[in-house]
């Protein structure tokens, strides 16, 4: 017998974030399609994070996580998001978020298992779906503003679906669930009996007066909704692996079962520093990161319409889609690739956002960086012609 890959790695291709990254360092460009989040870590949880390497805290932790974090993920819980968890029996923590949600995928979902996915969608949440052999139908949004309705529920929804998943504030699109379409999604899950799982690793950032609500706080959904989030994000520490799920105590005991099985642990003193570091943090910490990102929302969106790349303004996380129709090339890899080469940018390619080749006209940037690397980037866009400039020879490529 002919030595192979396995099916489940032959259907699984690097992601279109992690290629544009490596094309993006070969050119030594500006790296707007990762988030990489290189902002700085704040210094309590710096500070707490050596404090317990020197302190002892590095071996294994308890399958769920250290009793610290877990307690402080509980407060944190009650204190903005409306749920109530048991440290002991419905926190687990794992690493990363994306990490919580594979371990979640393992304990919940059988091969042929469906789960509904809004796109556009973020690429891990796919391919993880598609890694536990579920299979993903999908509900295309409505743009400008990201809508659907309870009739596109309807028409995803098969005797086979088990789940649905939400991303709110969400990634590539930004776009914040509101209460409205949340309890319609609600309804619709209790109607169908499903699981709701959500990802909400970007809760803390939220412009023009938005707020964040998780679904698990809607009132019949603790039962059926695992709450999936993290720190990665919110402290820019996306290295250091710190992200959990909450769920009922049937459903916790089984995700962390996974958990141990895959990852053992998260880093011991880096769940010591979040522990730690999140009792030091002002309540004032978590609007200042609204503000500060607004601003670089507000910064990259308006160099991009300059530049003939009209942006769709998200209303949270820190990504925006932009119209890369004019430029040429006969996908939106060929275009995210000319824009690298002509102006040192690397965006994603919005089709790999879609399931269907949609996007082709569509790119991601992230502005999760550094003030200095921001104004380098929109330095080099407003410098890039905009489609009118651009000679006809190269837009007919």
């Known amino acids: 017998m002919a030595l192979s890959l396995s099916i489940k790695s032959a259907r699984i291709e690097q992601a279109e974030i992690r290629a544009m990254s490596i094309a993006c360092e070969k050119v030594g460009g500006i790296n707007l399609a990762q988030g990489v989040c290189d902002t700085p870590v704040p210094l309590p949880i710096r500070e707490q994070a050596h404090q317990g390497i020197e302190n002892g805290t590095n071996s294994y932790t308890r399958f769920d996580g250290l009793a610290q974090l877990r307690e402080a993920i509980a407060q944190k819980l009650s204190q903005h998001n409306g749920i109530h968890a048991d440290p002991e029996t419905e926190i687990v923590v ?26 556009p969608y973020y690429g891990y949440h796919c391919n993880t779906l598609l890694a536990v052999e579920a299979v993903p139908r999908f509900v295309t949004l409505n743009t400008p503003d990201w809508s659907f309705t309870k009739f596109d529920l309807e028409r995803a929804a098969t005797s086979w679906t088990k789940a649905i998943l939400i991303n709110t504030p969400g990634n590539p699109s930004g776009k914040v669930f509101s209460r ?16 709701v799982l959500t990802d909400e690793i970007y809760e803390h950032f939220l412009y023009d007066g938005r707020s964040h609500l998780s679904p698990a706080s809607i009132a019949g959904m603790a039962e059926r909704t ?29 995700i962390g079962y996974m958990n141990d099985l895959v990852y053992v642990c998260a880093p011991s003193p880096l769940q010591y520093g979040v522990a730690m570091g999140l009792a030091q943090l002002k309540p004032s ?16 969106c308006n160099v991009l319409e300059q530049a003939g790349l009209r942006p769709c303004i998200p209303q949270g ?8 129709s004019s430029l040429p090339g006969r996908n939106s890899k060929d275009k995210a690739m000319f824009l690298l080469d002509q102006t040192g940018v690397a965006s994603v390619p919005g089709e ?22 921001l104004e380098e980037a929109c330095s080099r866009l407003k410098k890039f012609p905009s489609a009118e400039r651009i000679p006809a020879a190269q837009l007919a490529l």
Do not use: Q
Not at 285 to 300: G, H, P, Q, T, V
């Open 285 to 300: 910490f978590y609007r200042d990161i609204s503000l500060e990102y607004a601003s670089k929302r507000n910064k990259i």
């Open 94 to 119: 794992s690493a990363g978020s994306t990490g919580a949600f594979y371990c979640a995928c393992l304990a919940l979902l059988d091969p042929g298992d469906e789960v509904i996915l809004f796109e």
């Open 317 to 324: 996380a820190y990504y925006v889609l932009a119209d890369v």
């Open 226 to 254: 695992i709450t999936i989030s993290g720190f990665s994000k919110t402290f820019s520490i996306t290295g250091w692996r710190i992200g959990y799920a909450v769920a009922a105590e049937r459903w916790a005991r089984r």
């Open 180 to 195: 409205a379409e949340l309890e319609t999604i609600a309804e619709f899950a209790e109607r169908h009996d499903l699981f």
């Open 352 to 373: 790999a956002f879609f399931h269907n080749g949609s996007g082709k006209n569509l790119a991601r940037f992230c502005f999760a960086t550094t003030d200095e690397k």
